[in-house]
């Protein structure tokens, strides 16, 4: 018999959905990648604002996560959150808006907003169920509203990021991207608990494997950029959805900052190791 703590660590979807600020609610699965002979866990994780009429997915999940999303949504309809009205997604990858078409079948009241360029080329029958919204524009929850606020980081010129105006959430996207460490029990936590996790190290890992414009660009620029975008909105706490959530802005944005500016001076290392299958010997060296 596992203990409960092992169990836990082992099954990390038990964890949530998880309210991260006042009506917001983590929900998703860790994504497992190999790199540099360690293994990193990712999240690709989707968040519900709860507002009092009306509640908004943003992002999706990856599309093998549909069945725990689901599940995680059931679980927090069934403590009386309200119906998901609207579905925003920072920009079409497939970690990010993978299970858009089964969002947008299983709750056929929902509304897709954000940048909705090309989606209706891979679901035209839920073209007129597909909003533009651009900076400044607001989604209506009753008491609080999502606000499409400026991309800092961003991995498709389509990227927009989300705020929650009543708890003060950003919603980053791909902006404060970081794996962390399954065996240490990391998976559910928030940034500031996962006290082992080397956060300048995974930051720098993922930007290396996943945003490689930063290696031609001037981070000092972009962090400083996000320190005014921080700053004027009043973050209180960023919901990435690759890294672990962040409740305390203060200290915990310049260890990903660091992470940022150091994997800039460092060339590509390539891409991830692919899995060897089960009974092959892993190649040597
Ligand atoms: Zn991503
Ligand atoms: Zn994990």
């Given at each position: ?223 400083d950029?996000l320190d005014q975008l921080i700053a004027r909105l009043g973050v ?13 802005v203060e ?35």
């Open positions: 018999m596992l203990d409960t703590a092992t169990a836990l660590a082992m099954q990390p979807a038990k964890r949530m959905p998880r309210e991260i600020a006042p009506g917001v609610f983590w929900i998703g699965d860790c994504l497992v990648q190999r790199h540099k002979g360690k293994i990193y866990h990712g999240y690709n994780a989707a968040f519900l604002v709860a507002g009092e009429s009306a509640s908004c997915l943003v992002e999706t999940g990856h599309p093998k996560d549909f069945p725990v999303i689901e599940r995680h949504l059931n679980v927090l309809f069934s403590h009386g959150v309200p119906p998901i009205k609207y579905l925003f997604v920072t920009h079409q990858e497939t970690p990010h808006c993978g299970g858009l078409g089964r969002v947008l079948k299983a709750f056929p009241e929902a509304i897709l907003c954000g940048d909705v360029c090309d989606y209706h080329l891979a679901f035209l029958q839920f073209e007129h169920r597909m909003r533009w919204m651009k900076e400044g524009d607001e989604i209506d929850l009753g008491g609080r509203s999502v606000q499409v606020v400026e991309p800092v980081i961003r991995d498709l010129r389509t990227t927009w990021w989300a705020f929650d105006t009543r708890e003060r959430v950003l919603f980053p996207g791909d902006g404060f991207a970081y794996s962390h460490y399954h065996e240490d029990g990391h998976c559910g936590l928030v940034a500031e608990e996962a006290v082992s996790l080397d956060l300048p190290d995974v930051s720098s890992t993922f930007a290396d494997l996943a945003l490689f414009w930063t290696k031609f660009a001037d981070m000092n620029v972009y962090c950029r209180k706490t960023i919901a990435p959805t690759h890294g672990l959530p962040i409740t305390d200290a915990t944005v310049p260890k990903v900052q660091q992470g940022l500016k150091e994997a800039a001076l460092r060339p590509e290392s390539g891409t991830n190791e692919k899995v060897v299958p089960t009974g092959t010997a892993a190649p040597a060296g």
